[in-house]
Nanobody
Framework: QVQLVESGGGLVQPGGSLRLSCAAS????????MSWYRQAPGKEREFVAH????????NYADSVKGRFTISRDNAKNTVYLQMNSLKPEDTAVYYC????????WGQGTQVTVSS
């Protein structure tokens, strides 16, 4: 079955960095686009970043453009989100999403940006 397991979240000070990982299994990872979303307390889940199956094209929400970078390693069936210059408003649960069949979500990893 399809599994998406996120890791790398935690507590970081404003201006700091984190790298999230999402390990995928149960489908041909290299054939499908992947995305990251996030959900802050009391808010709807929102799009963060997207990468095509080859990694050749990426796009980002305006709120993270220039600070976050999405990438993937198809040999490791893993997608990453490098987050730099973190702000308190980046605090959320971050989810990876596989554009496979009807779509699959990971369980999420908490990112808290606070001094």
């Amino acid at each position: 079955q399809v599994q998406l397991v996120e890791s790398g979240g935690g507590l970081v000070q404003p201006g700091g960095s984190l790298r999230l990982s999402c390990a995928a299994s149960g489908f041909t990872f290299s054939s499908y686009a992947m995305s990251w979303y996030r959900q802050a307390p009391g808010k709807e889940r929102e799009f963060v970043a997207h990468v095509t199956n080859t990694g050749g094209t990426t796009n980002y929400a305006d709120s993270v453009k220039g600070r976050f970078t999405i990438s993937r390693d198809n040999a490791k069936n893993t997608v990453y989100l490098q987050m730099n210059s973190l702000k308190p408003e980046d605090t959320a649960v971050y989810y990876c999403y596989a554009h496979f069949r009807y779509g699959y979500w990971g369980q999420g990893t908490q990112v808290t940006v606070s001094s």
